[in-house]
């Protein structure tokens, strides 16, 4: 039997379907009707099988003329979402080209029936209306202290009025966080994946149901109804675990920045150099940028020779280590990550065309790819057997600076062995990028080996992740310490740190893109798929543009051959058309799933090209 009152619900349908993606329209049977609410999960029969979906609304009546099916199920009595973060999922599902569910995957953590059963839903209503976009800034972390204390001071500000929502890039930096706030007894709610489904599932009933509260997530979290949220706080803003892995490739800054235009809340954006997207905010003066004045001791060593270690650094390294522990970034992991021939300098590849590599000290020469080893390896051009490794790994470096200062302690953070902190005594502290250890009171001397090469990656965000390693790995010596970086003194960088301020070489590379045009000033857009079909996917998007229906000003590059019997083309178009050509692509999407076609990767404004 019907509902008597509103006795239609209107749902979006799990159906695994991407042309499938539209609401439906189902019966609400009397027995459940008091819990069928919007947000609450439910099961509906959909094309012969019984799939699960979430409420939109309840309606008097509904406008399809056909029959109408009845919901099977109320799988949940909790809503797991809201009138409003609903609207948010289906922009971003529009934004991104793709499905709702696509988004509410990522958005809603698996249900888990026991905590259903004992969980208490909360009576509390927001009454909150957002009367215009919030405000957004970027605050720049300061050197010579934790970064999270900078954060943490924030979040006691802003949770003093409402809630306080923030996203931290993993799981290391968000254990750092709720570490502070345990040691101050600071109540909070923490979300991410690294946590049991049980609890993470309740966690999120808590974050929804709790008012005046502090929730610390991973960037899933950034989707999270909570009631009275005033602030999003986004913890190192550039990272790239902000970019969600799985389709459509969401980012956590356009999420916020949505949520910020919807819902009125205050964004703030943290770290230590703005990414490109941001920094052009900057220039345009649509996005406050704060930052401290500081004068950092850096010094540039240029080696000649090629040596790990330049001869006048020797010196700088042994003032540190009088005083405590000295941090050496390294861009490698592994040991010999290249070898060649000493004779010739002819790069050794394995038969099946992959590089050759050297796991550790005397280990015989073993396929980067397939693993083979050649324990009676010669060179394939001379015949000489002499080896000469190149592009060294942390372990080799380690084993270089372990015989320059003889009797000091080395220690190694990288891959598997990352060490949260070292004791604040004279040591060598040889680190990857992202794995450097912490130390009260902070490093005595921090030196950045090969400086040049964490600016010499291939993709379009080097520079900007250059920019932040450095930085970050710099602010973490103490106040009477010195940097040291393995780096003709004449690059950047250098006058960078010393200032504190990023700014002149983040205008420089900006007016590069600006000429070309590359991203922040366009919006890009790949699409990946089977090779056979992509000569006439791209003569399709070319054909589209010759008849108008795409904007002219888009520009399509490709198809690029990326292996495994797949290609991809990249797509720029100018900002104001992004969502003229995500309609196009969602549409292109949707012909090609009624027609059985294998489906297309899209990801647009991905992290890097």
């Not at 809201?82 to 499905?99: C, G, P, R």
């Not at 990522?106 to 026991?114: D, H, L, N, Q």
């Not at 109540?187 to 974050?207: C, F, G, H, Q, T």
């Not at 010669?378 to 470096?397: K, T």
């Amino acid at each position: 039997m019907p509902a008597t009152v509103k006795p239609i619900a209107r749902v979006w349908v799990d159906s695994g379907v991407f042309h499938l993606d539209s609401p439906y329209d189902y019966i609400v049977p009397a027995r459940i009707s008091d819990h069928v609410d919007v947000g609450v999960r439910v099961q509906v029969p959909f094309n012969g099988r019984e799939v699960e979906a979430i409420v939109l609304e309840r309606l008097d009546e509904s406008a399809v003329t056909g029959t109408i099916h009845q919901i099977s199920k109320l799988l949940s009595i909790h809503p797991v979402a809201t009138a409003t973060s609903l609207h948010l999922i289906e922009e971003v599902a529009k934004h991104w080209a793709s499905t709702p569910m696509d988004i509410l995957r990522s958005a809603v953590p698996a249900r888990v029936a026991s905590v259903d059963k004992s969980f208490t839903c909360s009576t509390y209503v927001s009454t909150k209306l957002p009367i215009s976009a919030g405000a957004r800034s970027f605050i720049s972390f300061d050197p010579g202290h934790q970064a999270e204390e900078d954060l943490k001071k924030i979040v006691l500000e802003k949770v003093s009025k409402d809630s306080v929502l923030v996203i931290a890039p993993d799981v290391r930096d968000i254990d750092v966080i709720c570490k502070l706030f345990e040691i101050d007894q600071i109540a909070y709610i923490r979300l991410d994946s690294s946590l049991p489904r049980i609890v993470r599932y309740e966690n999120y009933l808590k974050a929804m149901n709790t008012q005046n509260c502090i929730v610390v997530g991973a960037r899933s979290a950034v989707f999270t109804p909570i009631s009275d949220l005033a602030s999003i706080i986004v913890h190192k803003e550039s990272s790239h675990e902000h970019f969600e892995i799985r389709t459509p490739g969401w980012n956590v800054r356009d999420v916020v920045d949505i949520r910020r235009e919807r819902e009125g809340v205050e964004t703030i954006y943290m770290g230590y150099v703005p990414s490109l997207e941001l920094s052009l905010l900057i220039e345009n003066r649509t996005l406050t940028y704060v930052n401290h004045p500081h004068r950092l001791n850096v010094k540039a060593f240029s080696s000649i020779d090629g040596a790990l270690l330049p001869g006048k650094i020797f010196s700088e390294i042994r003032k540190g280590l009088l005083q405590g522990p000295v941090l050496f970034l390294t861009p490698r992991k592994g040991y010999g990550n290249a070898l060649l021939c000493a004779h010739c300098k002819n790069l050794a590849m394995c038969r099946c065309g992959a590089k050759l590599i050297v796991s550790s000290k005397g280990a015989a020469p073993i396929c980067s790819l397939c693993h083979t080893t050649y324990p009676e390896w010669c060179c394939s051009w001379c015949q000489r057997d002499r080896q000469y490794l190149a592009g060294r790994g942390i372990e080799r470096a380690g084993e270089e600076i372990s015989r320059a200062f003889p009797g000091v302690a080395l220690i190694l953070s990288y891959g598997e062995v990352i060490k949260s902190s070292v004791e604040n005594t004279p040591s060598l502290v040889l680190a990857t990028p992202g794995a450097a250890p912490t130390v009260r009171g902070g490093y005595a001397a921090v030196v950045v080996l090969e400086a040049l090469k964490f600016f010499a990656h291939p993709d379009l965000r080097a520079q900007e992740r250059a920019r932040e390693l450095l930085f970050e790995t710099a602010a973490m010596v103490n106040t009477s310490g010195s940097v040291c970086l393995s780096i003709d003194e004449s690059h950047p960088i250098v006058a960078s740190l010393i200032r504190w301020s990023p700014g002149a070489m983040v205008r420089r590379e900006l007016a590069e893109r600006m000429e070309i045009p590359l991203p922040p000033y366009v919006s890009s857009a790949v699409l990946a798929g089977p090779t056979k079909e992509f000569s006439v996917i791209v003569d399709g998007l070319r054909k589209s543009l010759d008849e108008k229906r795409l904007p002219g000003e888009i520009k399509i590059y490709g198809p690029i051959d990326i292996g495994k019997g797949q290609s991809k083309v990249v797509i720029y178009c100018p900002m104001q058309d992004r969502a003229v050509l995500a309609q196009f692509l969602h549409e292109l999407q949707r012909r090609r799933s009624i027609a059985k076609k294998e489906y297309l990767t899209i990801r647009f404004d991905p992290y890097s090209l």
